[in-house]
């Protein structure tokens, strides 16, 4: 199943937004989301449109069009263990179209990860938008969903952000 219509259902997903100056936290903003699309983990590409409102204002964030390659440098701001939000790790993309089972094909990279970072964002050094990070192994070794994964599933759908 490609994507999933959910009806404008909202589920009870929790979005939030840490605003931080001088390096402390100032207040969190959270909403809920309706969820717009979903593709299933297991033989899907474990992806999901959120809809959300305000306060989190309009999305600055650039899909690239380039084709990333192996030794690309990427950089990933996420929330490491659920409980470190806004960490900062860089690696490099280290194998492209990794099958790990389940009929999910990732791109391997170097990056730090660790629970509570999946769903975030890896972005090249223009800061555009090159990936999912979504799993890590037993061995340590991390994995995104590349954009370009992102930009089949959105043509399978019907769903533009142009």
């Known amino acids: ?4 219509d959910t009806s404008g259902k909202t589920y009870p997903v929790r979005v939030y937004q840490d605003i931080r100056r001088g390096g402390k936290h100032i207040r969190r ?9 979903y593709s299933p983990r297991d033989g899907g590409y474990d992806l ?6 305000a306060p989190f204002g309009e999305s600055v964030t650039q899909l690239s069009t380039e084709l990333t390659d192996v030794g690309s440098e990427l950089f990933h701001l996420g929330n490491m263990k659920s409980v470190f939000p806004g960490s900062f790790t860089t ?4 194998y492209l179209d990794r099958d790990i089972g389940a009929g999910m094909m990732r791109d391997q990279t170097t990056l730090v990860e660790f629970g509570g970072s999946s769903g975030a964002g890896a972005y090249d050094k223009e800061g555009k938008f090159i990936g999912v990070v979504s799993d890590k192994n037993d061995h340590g ?3 995104m969903i590349p954009v370009r994964r992102v930009r089949t599933w959105f043509k399978e759908i019907n769903f533009s952000i142009d």
């Open 48 to 53: 999901a449109i959120l809809e959300t409102k």
């Open 141 to 143: 070794i991390s994995f």
């Open 29 to 37: 903003h959270n909403t809920t989301a309706r969820v717009i699309h």
């Open 1 to 4: 199943m490609a994507g999933v």
């Open 91 to 94: 690696g490099y993309i280290s």
